[in-house]
């Protein structure tokens, strides 16, 4: 099946410092790949849908300028988390979409990034 | 706006038993409803999905029926094994594919040899 891949898997930052994580879909091309957060034994909550070639729709109550996403190829989106504070340590996921049409295309996930920031 | 909701874990139970996780949801539109499993550290992955109403997914000895009369989509297995231990999420989308999935909080099952 589809495979996507992540890196690093896990993170730990200073804070005030960036961090960047890469997605990557390894055997298809995903013209949208979606960034989600997870806390600890809670449900995913998506932060944004990012589409190849644009800027990333984000969702309600996240910052843009500090979850900055870039979807520079059909195999590739990267998050990266500026200015990282003990407050945006998580578990990161992304997910691609493989399929270019109709409401029977399937998400495939990574494995996640864990990042901990100091 | 749309949501989903599962019953919280954790569920234990012993091999060759029963496994009903129940979910329920709202949705503005007609959803399309998924089951994704997350093992130990590993990804989501899509376990069954069904897109219309009274569709049944079945997939590795699960099954969920769309009931659009109950908004369910509940997951049940005859028998699960010690290598179903995992974290159940229930999902929605609404419309296209590329539209985002609405998750539930997901179910943590233990099954015990």
């Known amino acids: 099946g589809a495979v996507v891949s992540q890196h690093p898997s896990w993170v730990i930052c200073k804070s005030g410092t960036s961090v960047k994580i890469e997605c990557r879909s390894l055997d298809f091309q995903a013209t949208t790949m979606f960034w989600y957060r997870q806390f600890p034994k809670q449900s995913l909550m998506l932060m944004a849908t990012s589409n190849e070639g644009s800027k990333a729709t984000y969702e309600q109550g996240v910052e843009k300028d500090k979850f900055l996403i870039n979807h520079a190829s059909l195999t590739l989106s990267t998050l990266t988390v500026t200015s990282a504070h003990p407050e945006d340590s998580s578990f990161y996921i992304c997910s691609a979409l493989a399929g270019t049409s109709g409401a029977t295309d399937t998400q495939y996930f990574g494995p996640g990034t864990r990042l901990t920031v100091l | 706006g749309n949501s989903v909701t599962q019953m919280e874990g954790p569920v234990t139970l012993s091999e060759e038993a029963f496994l009903t996780i129940n979910c329920t949801y709202t949705?503005?539109?007609?959803?399309?409803l998924f089951w994704y499993v997350q093992y130990p550290g590993e990804g989501l992955q899509l376990l069954l999905k069904a897109t219309k109403a009274d569709d049944k997914g079945s997939n590795k000895g699960f099954e969920a029926t769309y009931r659009k009369e109950t908004t369910s989509f509940h997951l049940e297995k005859g028998s699960v094994q010690v290598s179903d231990s995992a974290v159940y999420f229930c999902a929605l989308r609404v419309g296209a594919a590329g539209n985002k999935l609405t998750f539930g909080g997901g179910t943590r099952v233990l099954v015990k040899p």
């Open positions: 949705a503005t539109g007609y959803p399309s």
